[in-house]
């Protein structure tokens, strides 16, 4: 496993992180000794980055990677979020991006985690109440008393960027993009890279889609979140299907998964770019990790430019009440 440099300011990590959090919530069906188990699988293939957040569960699966991480801590750079803000019972909160909050959100987290630093925190999502200057600043006392390393934002907006980056270095900027959420491109991806900000895409096999795995909603379970999703409904799911047979099409040529085409892919785009695929078994890990491997000539990525064009995709990628909170 290869590394790559996110930001200036010396965080170093595997080319491809884990995302941990479909282990604890949203895609239905929790087994924690295999999760527990794929993330140690992952250390042992040399991936560092490990991607959590205090609202998966809630606060459930920080624990679990606290758990998993007893032992080896010195392997694992740990990546937490907060901002959206989420009750016991696993209601809605809002979004905070409050100073105070802030320091009540890292100190729980550092507990639940079982560490004494957060390597990269992130605001989940820019509270649009607060200046981003008082959330950056409460980040940045985070870092002057040693509670956390490097700071991270999370769909923020160019503007939104540049203002945080007056107030303190960004390391890693996280939001989705794949082959079928191609926005970045745009104005976020030139925005990150004037700045010397490094890029964490999500969800970059378009949740799943991209795997080639769901050919229709019986494949999810009956509580998946993605049921609710736009671009698995109706006349947006046909068209998505169509966009993944023709990247099936291309990874069988190369004798790989349309999955590890789409990882690969997104690896190509620059070095400075660190996908944290999401998975809770062993089996989808190997897959993944072995996307890193792939080579794509300037032939492949050509035709995949060609099928998976900015906009291709059917349907907004979070329902209507949740588009307001992205690029703020």
Not at 123 to 132: G, K, L, Y
Not at 191 to 219: H, Q
């Amino acid at each position: 496993m290869k590394t790559r440099k996110l930001g200036n300011q010396g965080l170093v990590v595997s080319e491809l992180g884990l995302g941990c959090m479909g282990m604890s919530e949203f895609y239905g069906g929790r087994d924690e000794q295999e999760a527990i188990a794929t993330i140690h699988h992952a250390l042992d293939l040399g991936v560092t980055l490990l991607d959590t957040a205090d609202m998966y569960g809630p606060f459930t699966n920080e624990q679990l990677v606290g758990r998993a991480i007893q032992g080896r801590r010195e392997q694992v750079i740990v990546a937490t979020k907060f901002g959206n803000v989420r009750t016991a019972e696993g209601g809605w909160a809002g979004i905070s991006g409050k100073p105070e909050y802030v320091r009540q959100a890292c100190d729980a987290s550092l507990q639940r985690l079982g560490v004494d630093v957060i390597d990269l925190y992130y605001q989940h999502r820019v509270d649009s109440t607060v200046p981003i200057e008082e959330t950056i600043g409460a980040m940045a006392e985070l870092v002057q008393q040693g509670k956390v390393r490097y700071l991270g934002m999370s769909e923020a907006a160019p503007a939104t960027i540049r203002r945080a980056q007056a107030v303190h270095p960004i390391s890693a900027l996280q939001t989705e993009y794949s082959l079928w959420s191609r926005d970045p491109e745009d104005e976020i991806l030139p925005t990150v890279r004037e700045l010397g900000i490094g890029f964490v895409p999500y969800s970059p096999l378009g949740r799943g889609f991209l795997s080639g795995a769901i050919t229709n909603l019986d494949d999810l379970a009956p509580d998946d979140f993605r049921r609710n999703s736009p671009r698995f409904q109706g006349k947006n799911f046909a068209k998505n299907l169509e966009l993944v047979a023709q990247v099936k099409a291309i990874a069988a040529e190369k004798g790989i998964t349309p999955g590890q085409l789409a990882l690969a892919w997104l690896l190509a785009q620059g070095d400075d770019i660190v996908p944290i695929p999401g998975t809770k078994r062993r089996v989808y890990l190997e897959e993944n990790i072995a996307a890193v491997n792939v080579s794509l000539t300037s032939d492949d990525l050509r035709r995949i430019d060609e099928v998976a064009p900015k906009g291709v995709a059917a349907g907004e990628r979070y329902p209507a009440q949740h588009m307001g909170n992205v690029n703020r």
